[in-house]
C-alpha cells in the first residue's frame, strides 16, 4: 500500500504570521511532493486560521493550497479534512469543489488492522473543561448563530474572525501553546487514558489543537500522536502500513 498522511495546525492566513505566502507555498510543496506516495491524508483541523462560508462567498485566498487539494484528490487520494475551532465553520465548499471528505466530529478507523481515533482535538482536551471555553465552544456549534452571522456582510464578519483569530494567537507568550505539561496533566493525553479503558482496540491517537510534538507510549498496543503545527515546526506523521513516524518538513533537505 501507499502511505497515509497526518498533518494539522497551518493556520493558513493568519495575521499573525508573517510571509502569509511563504508559509502557504511550504505546506503545498510538501503536499505536491508526497502526492505519488499517498493513498490519503488526514488533515485534523485550523488548517484555516479563519474559514466563514456564506451561501455563494468563501474567504478569499489560499489559492495554491485549494488548488493542490483539488489535484490531490483528482489523483485519487483521499483528502480528509477535519474541522478545527478555528476552520469549523465549513458549508459544502470544500467538499463540491475540491474533493475532500469533510469531518465534523471526532472519527474511528481501521487502517491495514490498527484502529485509529483521529480528531483535532478541541473539546476533548480536558484542559477546555472550564466553563468559559465550554460556553465559547456551545456558540461556535450553535446553527442559529451561524445563520445570524451569515446576515452580516462578509467584508466586516471575515475581517473580524480573522482578527479575532490573530488576538487569539498574539494574546499567548511569544504566540504559542504551552509546552507539554507531562503525561499526568496534559488533556488530550488524559483523554486518551481514559478512552482507552472502554476502548482497548485503539492503537493509534491522532490529534493536532495543541501545537506541540508528542509521540507517546500508552502500553504495549497504543500512542498518542499530536502533531505539532505547520507555523515553525512543519510536523507530519506518516504511517505506512506497519509503522507510524513522526518528523519534521525541511524544505529542499527533507526526504519523503
Not at 489535484?71 to 469549523?88: R, Y
Not at 476502548?199 to 507517546?216: A, K, V
Request: hydrophobic share 40%; aromatic share 14%.
Amino acid at each position: 500500500m501507499k502511505n497515509i498522511y497526518f498533518i494539522s495546525d497551518a493556520h493558513l492566513g493568519s495575521r499573525a504570521i508573517p510571509h502569509s505566502r511563504t508559509h502557504e507555498r511550504r505546506l503545498v510543496n510538501f503536499l505536491d511532493a508526497i502526492k505519488h506516495k499517498a493513498e490519503a491524508i488526514y488533515m485534523l483541523g485550523d488548517m484555516f486560521d479563519f474559514w466563514f462560508e456564506y451561501k455563494n462567498v468563501v474567504p478569499k485566498g489560499y489559492t495554491r493550497f485549494l488548488g493542490k487539494i483539488s489535484e490531490l484528490t483528482d489523483m485519487g487520494v483521499e483528502v480528509h479534512f477535519f474541522q478545527g475551532n478555528h476552520d469549523q465553520w465549513c458549508g459544502d465548499y470544500l467538499v463540491k469543489e475540491c474533493g475532500v471528505i469533510l469531518h465534523t466530529e471526532q472519527y474511528t478507523c481501521e487502517i491495514c488492522g490498527k484502529e485509529f481515533f483521529i480528531a483535532h482535538g478541541d473539546g476533548l482536551d480536558y484542559r477546555d473543561k472550564d466553563w468559559k471555553t465550554q460556553l465559547m465552544f456551545t456558540c461556535f456549534k450553535s446553527r442559529t448563530l451561524r445563520n445570524i452571522a451569515r446576515m452580516i456582510h462578509p467584508r466586516w464578519f471575515i475581517d473580524f474572525g480573522m482578527e479575532w483569530a490573530k488576538r487569539s494567537r498574539l494574546k499567548r507568550e511569544d504566540g504559542k501553546e504551552p509546552d507539554y505539561m507531562g503525561e499526568d496533566k496534559e488533556g488530550l493525553v488524559l483523554f486518551a487514558k481514559d478512552y482507552l479503558k472502554t476502548h482497548p482496540s485503539i492503537n493509534f491517537f491522532m490529534f493536532g489543537h495543541r501545537h506541540i510534538e508528542l509521540d507517546l507510549i500508552l502500553n504495549k498496543s497504543s500512542r498518542v500522536m499530536i502533531l505539532g503545527e505547520w507555523i515553525s515546526l512543519f510536523t507530519y506523521c506518516v504511517f505506512d502500513g506497519e509503522n507510524m513516524f513522526m518528523d519534521n518538513y525541511v524544505e529542499g533537505e527533507t526526504e519523503l
